[in-house]
């Protein structure tokens, strides 16, 4: 039986080969968006024989990136779909109120400044409690 590319053997995952299968199962798990630490495990191969591959090959790393954008890509077309298509208004409100400063929710601040001229010699001699008693006072 010839060997390809994928039959060198990881380090920390003992006799697991590298295998198109075991590709094909990662980059499954990477479209869910499964950190790519789970997906080796679970593919029994190391992250460096993983790294390493994708170094060697263009194509593994191109096919990698685009399984990485896979969550972020479908979850935009179900946004698209329900505002163009299903004509949902809560989700354009939601949408919109993300992407456009015109629309996202206001605060208001209500902010009150109060000067307050006090002698230090008033504080002296004071106890905690007088001077949480004269504090509230001032500050109402």
Same mark, same amino acid.
Not at 61 to 66: D, F, V
């Given at each position: 039986? #010839?060997? $390809?590319? =994928?039959?060198?053997?990881?380090?920390?995952?003992?006799?697991?080969? /590298?295998?198109? !299968?075991?590709?094909?199962?990662?980059?499954?798990? %990477?479209?869910?968006?499964?950190? %790519?630490?789970?997906?080796?495990? =679970?593919?029994?191969?190391?992250?460096?024989? /993983?790294?390493?591959?994708?170094?060697?090959?263009?194509?593994? @790393?191109?096919?990698?990136?685009?399984?990485? &954008? /896979?969550?972020? !890509?479908?979850?935009? &077309?179900?946004?698209?779909?329900?505002?163009?298509?299903?004509?949902?208004?809560?989700? @354009?409100?939601? =949408?919109?109120?993300?992407?456009?400063?015109?629309?996202?929710?206001?605060?208001? !601040?209500?902010?009150? $400044?109060?000067? %307050?001229? %006090?002698?230090?010699?008033?504080?002296?001699?004071? @106890? #905690?409690?007088?001077?949480?008693?004269?504090?509230?006072?001032?500050?109402?």
């Amino acid at each position: 039986m #010839p060997k $390809n590319k =994928y039959t060198k053997r990881a380090k920390v995952h003992g006799n697991s080969k /590298f295998t198109q !299968v075991k590709w094909e199962h990662m980059m499954e798990l %990477i479209k869910m968006d499964v950190q %790519i630490q789970v997906a080796c495990d =679970y593919a029994k191969i190391s992250q460096e024989t /993983f790294y390493q591959r994708m170094r060697e090959d263009s194509n593994l @790393s191109e096919e990698y990136a685009m399984a990485k &954008q /896979f969550v972020d !890509v479908a979850s935009s &077309q179900n946004i698209a779909k329900s505002i163009i298509k299903d004509k949902d208004v809560e989700i @354009s409100k939601r =949408y919109k109120q993300r992407r456009d400063r015109r629309y996202k929710d206001k605060q208001e !601040v209500d902010q009150t $400044n109060k000067n %307050i001229n %006090i002698d230090l010699k008033d504080l002296e001699g004071k @106890s #905690p409690k007088e001077l949480e008693e004269m504090r509230k006072q001032l500050l109402g």
